[in-house]
Structure formats: structure tokens, C-alpha cells
């Protein structure tokens, strides 16, 4: 474990961009493999499936294309997004470092700006790649966006403030890389989880407003 630990602090140090795609990637796919299980455990002891009737099969098209999402949009742009974050906390606003204003203003910003755009593009990407036309990625965003985002929205902010006050910068994009294997696995099961009774209703109580 130490000696993959350097290793992987060698690898940030000499190529960081490369290193948070690389992880991202591989993290996204992790989680995606282990949301496709989850889902089909619940699915199984609800509908009294046997293992005799249906085995658990991964849809590697679904792998992949959840994978290419941390590949191609959370290493690239998550480190371009934290290490510009950083820098404009304390350049910009002249923040003092470890303040309690320096990190409420980095959860703040998180929260409202790439936490919204990430859930965009995922579901986005989910749906594009998938084959679906516009009209029913419209209808996918509508039942599914509100919901994650909600949910997200009351974890994420705890899991920012002990990034942003206790870990230092070069390795804050690790830290929120491991936190995105159990997003992944979030994000992953409710894009399955379709017309689920619990996502109607959010739907209906936001167009009854």
C-alpha cells in the first residue's frame, strides 16, 4: 500500500492531468460495475428472482460508457475546476487560507456551479450515448436531475468542508476522486432506477408549484 502510494504521488507530480483522468476513468467504471449489482440484488429479492431464473450478467456497454464520462469529463475538468477554484479563493478574494470564509466560499461555489453541471453532463452523456433522442434526454433530465441533485446537495457540502480545510490542494482532486466511486454508484443506480415511485413524486410536486 505505501509503495502505491508513492507511486501514485510520482505520478502527480510528473503527470497530474493524466493521473486524474486515468483514476477518474477507472473509478467510474468501478462504481458503475457495483451500482449495475446493486441494483440487481434489489431487483432480485423484490421480484423473487432465483438464481436458477436470470445470473447476474455486467452490461459492459453501460461500464464503458460510464467509464468514458470520468475519463473523458471529471479527470479533465474536476482538476481544472479545483486547481482554478483554489486560486481564485485565494487570489481573487484574497482569502486567507483555512479560514472559515475561504472554505465556506469553496463549498458555496462548488455546490452552486460545478455540482449542478457535473449532474448536467452526466445525464447528458448517460443519454446521448445510449442512443436516445433529444426529446426523451429532455424527459430523462426531468426526472432524474432534480432528485440527484437534491441528494447530492445535502452530502456533498460535509464532504467538501473536510476536503477544503484539512487536505492540501495537489491531493484535494484525490480525496474527491475516491468520494466519486460512491457517486458513481449513486448516480449510476438512479439513472436505473427509471419511472421509480420516489422520482414521480418528486416530478409531480415540482410541476404542481
Same mark, same amino acid.
Given at each position: 500500500?505505501?509503495?502505491? @502510494?508513492?507511486?501514485?504521488?510520482?505520478?502527480?507530480?510528473?503527470?497530474?492531468?493524466?493521473?486524474?483522468?486515468? /483514476?477518474?476513468?477507472?473509478?467510474?467504471?468501478?462504481? =458503475? &460495475?457495483?451500482?449495475? #449489482?446493486?441494483?440487481?440484488?434489489?431487483?432480485?429479492?423484490?421480484? *423473487?428472482?432465483?438464481?436458477? +431464473?436470470?445470473?447476474?450478467? &455486467?452490461?459492459?456497454?453501460?461500464?464503458?460508457?460510464?467509464?468514458?464520462?470520468?475519463?473523458?469529463?471529471?479527470?479533465?475538468?474536476?482538476?481544472? @475546476?479545483?486547481?482554478?477554484?483554489?486560486?481564485?479563493?485565494? *487570489?481573487?478574494?484574497?482569502?486567507?487560507?483555512?479560514?472559515?470564509?475561504? !472554505?465556506? /466560499?469553496?463549498?458555496?461555489?462548488?455546490?452552486?456551479?460545478? $455540482?449542478?453541471?457535473?449532474?448536467?453532463?452526466?445525464? %447528458?452523456?448517460? $443519454?446521448? #450515448?445510449?442512443?436516445?433522442?433529444? =426529446?426523451?434526454?429532455?424527459? +430523462?433530465?426531468?426526472? =432524474?436531475?432534480?432528485?440527484?441533485? !437534491?441528494?447530492? #446537495?445535502?452530502?456533498?457540502?460535509?464532504? *467538501? !468542508?473536510?476536503?477544503f480545510r484539512y487536505v492540501p490542494v495537489r491531493y484535494q482532486l484525490l480525496?474527491?476522486?475516491?468520494?466519486?466511486l460512491l457517486d458513481s454508484v449513486f448516480l449510476s443506480w438512479l439513472e436505473?432506477?427509471? =419511472?421509480? %415511485? @420516489?422520482?414521480?413524486?418528486?416530478?409531480?410536486?415540482? #410541476?404542481?408549484?
Open positions: 500500500m505505501l509503495n502505491a @502510494w508513492k507511486w501514485y504521488q510520482r505520478c502527480m507530480s510528473l503527470h497530474p492531468v493524466k493521473t486524474q483522468v486515468v /483514476s477518474s476513468g477507472i473509478l467510474w467504471g468501478v462504481g =458503475d &460495475i457495483a451500482a449495475q #449489482s446493486i441494483t440487481y440484488s434489489s431487483a432480485r429479492k423484490r421480484l *423473487q428472482i432465483s438464481d436458477a +431464473d436470470k445470473d447476474f450478467k &455486467i452490461d459492459w456497454k453501460r461500464t464503458v460508457v460510464t467509464s468514458m464520462f470520468g475519463f473523458g469529463f471529471v479527470g479533465p475538468v474536476g482538476h481544472l @475546476w479545483y486547481e482554478g477554484l483554489d486560486r481564485f479563493i485565494r *487570489q481573487r478574494l484574497l482569502l486567507q487560507q483555512g479560514s472559515v470564509r475561504f !472554505v465556506a /466560499s469553496k463549498v458555496a461555489m462548488d455546490s452552486l456551479i460545478f $455540482g449542478p453541471f457535473e449532474l448536467f453532463v452526466f445525464f %447528458s452523456h448517460m $443519454g446521448l #450515448s445510449t442512443g436516445k433522442t433529444v =426529446d426523451q434526454l429532455k424527459e +430523462d433530465l426531468k426526472r =432524474d436531475f432534480l432528485p440527484a441533485l !437534491v441528494v447530492e #446537495s445535502g452530502a456533498w457540502p460535509f464532504v *467538501q !468542508v473536510v476536503n480525496y474527491v476522486n475516491l468520494f466519486c436505473q432506477q427509471k =419511472d421509480a %415511485s @420516489w422520482k414521480q413524486w418528486f416530478s409531480s410536486s415540482t #410541476s404542481s408549484k
